[in-house]
């Protein structure tokens, strides 16, 4: 019972033993995320479409929730880009962005995903996120951050431009190009140059300088707030924004409001759909970072109770103002470099924005959009890694065909199309490899008891006997593959008088299988041909005990190959001879 | 070049050959089907809810054309039962029943459905029939039988009641119950029972009265025709439509016009889905009576080149003023048990119909609807077989579940969505069988070289090797998972100094397997544990040899376990115990 209650509430568990150490590299950790999260809350708060406030609150309860109910130690949960982008997709075709209907189709969206989440988590469903393969998901996450960049250049440029997929968003901002606010771009492109030259350069400069390497993290990751203060400072102090420049305005100054989404069937029936993507999407990002940096420290999640986490923190989004969240993966990792030790961090970060939203919010008034926008555009081109191409070419052409169409597809036709169609084209390729399966003919291998491909081996075999090794599961994928392929090597009239098929790597029979045996078995009965099985597996022997084949089949079942070949050899005119390669 | 051509067109290669024997063999099956085809094809246009016609004019052309491109020399192809219904749900969504927009649909829908079968045939998709499992088509069959015998019931009462799912016809039947008009329901009633008797009884009470066996055969194809002329001249003779007996009325006299659909986009987008579906759905009812039919002559049909043949048919339906046809099971079984040998039984079957929509079409005028809706009982309810949710209850769970769900869903929710769900469920019942694989610990058979469950057989094991056999082939649905139980049985601190993963039934490893083997090796490898593989298969090693994995190894490939178990262990210190099944 109280394990139980520990399982479902792991912060029952690792509250009890929290020591002053944990407490202080927790605080470090925490203060570090803090000074990252503002301006990238405020800016994925834009790139969903939200007012920024959204973004900062999002950050706050559901960040607590996560804490209590999560089981990664790491993991810093809040709004990600790829879940930004999928929100402003999903709720664009329900509401006018810039409406109060957006905003609480958001709520909505959030609460949706939360509650399909914790569905999923108490039917114990997280291994279903082993359903996305890795090559799919790095194609997506590598598009999905060509996209969210690209959908903030108009930011960067000051033009009105829109989009879902990459041709639209290229084609809407050349349309605008001529309407190029140029002090907008002087600070996009500065933002954005000063953003880079702190990521790759900053922190070898500071030891350079002497600075010490705790110090000289937290400054590497204060850099989006000194572009930040650095913008809005000039901005406030030559009155840019009476020349064009978009600033972010009036942000309400407090804690997050209570707010109930909107559950009318219209509204849910249109935004089911996408809500579960986004939460697999989310689960799926969130999960595989969160057993990265576990496996780290040699700790263990626990995928289900993940689920259950990170459905309490979008349902904590629904009614707080915010929109859907999930573990972010940049984050993550310098929360966890930074020494996190125990989701407490994450409690702290929460402290740490409301406080934010409690002060700070006057002064992001002149903050140019710009800025924001260079924040997303550095932070998401470093999940950019096309790389994954070539390794599935080299690799596996079936993988690559997948990952292709993923990102393909996601550029070309939007995300939610592109991930579907990742999912699908995989699956569909497992299927079509299962779906024709290697049968190998087999012999056996002089002076021995094994037998091998004839294809590939010297082995003796009996003319009147063909065995056949199928090296895969047969279901109804490959039925009727089998089907065809018996009825191929022994057409009629052959001069085959036994079939053994040799079911050693099979590991399972489907009912649509099992009919294909019975044909099989039924065509070579009336042709006067043996049937006969061997090295049978216990499952797969204890089902067709179940079913009426074992008591029509036209032959024997034989625990080995070896006693299969010897006593129906037997029976039988026998003719060896000596097949080799060059032969054949 | 030939060659080529006489696949493309069978009718070059077969026609060739034509004998005067095959002539009037074929002309015999063709009577005997136009017998049966003349009331079903009024009847099931009355179905798909279309004017009597389009069921005489989609009998006309398509079969002429899948005699040419067609390859099974027994299929029947015209309207059939389960594709009129899925034509009435798919066309009923977008014009209402009775409209000229509701048969230009049916149009569009038949050629869309042929433009898709042309396809899928040129890219030689063939195979995909075998990704819908056996069972789910059974329940699919079963469940669509129940749904048109009822919704049938409607004609038989004469009342006016709809409904797409089982609960709303049977609600809205017997909301209408008390409208039943009385002289209707005799009709009907008579009817049906007739056509029972003359299914279940006629052929033996014939031969009891002496008649041949090709006569009464004749006689008994005949029934339907009997009961549409005895209820005809009745319901004239009578008058009985001044009482409220729903009659067909005016059907066109003459030949198909020739028809186009409208392939507007909109129109294009809402029936492209239902049109795939009911492509496949078709596709696959008709292959597979046309192979249980050749099977039966030891003739052979190629899947891809059936593709083209009821693409064209389909094709020819929507110029024709027809809608979607295919392969149907009665007429083709009744076409081939009459001695039909080619083809030239279809275009001869496409001349009786020609004949009978020229001359016969005003003598059907008061014909009763009643008379018609007791041919698809009795044509359906053949089809209604329950016996495969015992079956697979017996045999597999998983199949059960699969079939359960697409008859259930298909009663409760309708066509569309349960078979949607029959082949969804199927797959991810698959996906998540292989998700958990068969993984056996196994350890040395003394005085042999075979290696066994240490679960099941009494063997040799070194407690600082574990051996693990992994019965499944490694893909992205289970890569995790092998990570996960090895990190299980090698915890962090763990006395095991070697892994030796043994890959006998190892058929593919892809990409995301790939990276959790690299996973793998990189947690062993740091703890100092060796990796090694024995019993890998050419093709899996010829992948691997593409990747940075062997590099990387902590350990060797070893040919056989065998030789893994000697190496490895002649490192170790080696401690040889016998388990046995009672110790464990």
């Known amino acids: 019972m109280i394990n139980n ?10 509250g009890r033993n929290y020591t002053r150490g944990a407490f202080s590299n927790d605080l470090i950790a925490a203060l570090i995320v803090t000074i990252m999260l ?41 709004p990600v880009a790829v879940v930004s982008l999928l929100t402003a997709t999903a709720i664009g075709q329900v509401a006018e962005q810039g409406t109060a209907g957006y905003a609480v189709a958001a709520l909505t969206l959030a609460f949706l995903s939360g509650a399909f989440l914790v569905l999923m988590g108490v039917m114990r469903l997280g291994f279903m996120a082993n359903f996305l393969s890795h090559p799919v998901i790095a194609g997506f996450i590598t598009a999905s951050g060509v996209l969210i960049a690209t959908s903030q250049l108009r930011h960067i440029l000051g033009v009105d431009a829109h989009g879902h997929t990459l041709p639209e968003m290229i084609g809407s901002i050349l349309a605008h190009l001529p309407e190029t606010n140029w002090v907008t771009l002087a600070i996009g492109s500065l933002a954005t140059g000063f953003l880079f030259w702190v990521r790759k350069h900053l922190k070898h400069f500071l030891g350079f300088l002497g600075a010490g390497p705790v110090l000289a993290n937290i400054l590497t990751k204060a850099g989006p707030v000194a572009a930040v203060v650095a913008t809005t400072v000039t901005v406030w102090a030559l009155g840019l924004n009476a020349q064009g420049v978009q600033i972010v305005g009036t942000v309400p100054q407090g804690l997050p409001p209570f707010t109930m989404p909107d559950l009318s069937l219209d509204l849910v029936g249109e935004l089911i759909a996408p809500a579960i993507l986004i939460s697999i999407i989310g689960f799926v990002e969130s999960v595989s970072v969160a057993q990265t940096l576990a496996a780290k420290k040699r700790q263990r999640i626990d995928p289900d109770q993940e689920l259950i986490g990170l459905g309490a923190a979008n349902l904590g989004a629904a009614f707080t103002g915010g929109y859907p969240v999930t573990g972010g993966f940049a984050r993550s990792v310098v929360n966890f470099d930074a020494g996190a030790e125990t989701p407490a961090a994450g409690a702290f970060t929460a402290v740490g924005l409301a406080i934010a939203a ?26 950019v890694d096309f790389s994954v191409l070539k390794k599935t070419w080299v690799y596996s052409r079936a993988d690559f065909v997948a990952v292709a169409a993923t990102i393909g597809l996601t550029l070309g036709l939007g995300v939610e199309v592109g991930v579907a169609s990742g999912v699908v084209t995989s699956i569909l390729l497992h299927l079509y490899k299962t779906s024709r399966p290697h049968v190998a003919e087999v012999g056996l291998v002089p002076g021995s008891q094994h037998f091998r491909n004839i294809l590939r081996h010297e082995v003796e075999t009996i003319p009147s006997i063909v065995t056949l090794r199928v090296d895969e599961s047969l279901y109804f994928v490959n039925a009727r593959f089998l089907e065809d392929l018996i009825q191929h090597r022994v057409p009629d009239g052959s001069s085959v008088s ?22 099989i078995n039924q ?17 797969v022997m204890d089902r067709l005990k179940r079913s009426h084949f074992l008591d029509q089949l036209n032959g024997r079942v034989f625990l080995s190959q070896y006693e299969a070949w010897i006593t129906v050899g037997a029976h039988d005119n026998v003719v060896e001879t000596v097949r080799n390669r060059s032969k054949l």
């Open 5 to 14: 209650l520990r399982r479902l509430v792991p912060v029952l568990d690792w």
């Open 38 to 78: 503002i301006p990238q809350s405020l800016a994925y708060a834009l790139l969903a479409g939200l007012p920024p406030e959204a973004g900062i609150y999002a950050s706050i309860v559901p960040i607590v929730l996560y804490a209590i109910f999560g089981t990664s130690r790491a993991l810093a949960v809040g």
């Open 358 to 383: 409690f002060a700070l919010t006057p002064l992001v008034y002149f903050l140019p959009k710009a800025t924001l926008a260079a924040t997303i555009i550095v932070a998401v081109l470093s999940l």
């Open 498 to 519: 036994h079939v053994i098929l040799m079911f050693s790597a099979v590991n399972e029979v489907d009912y649509s299988a099992l009919e294909s045996l019975e044909a």
């Open 523 to 539: 065509r070579l009965s009336d042709m006067g041909v043996g049937l006969h099985l061997s090295e049978v597996k216990g499952p």
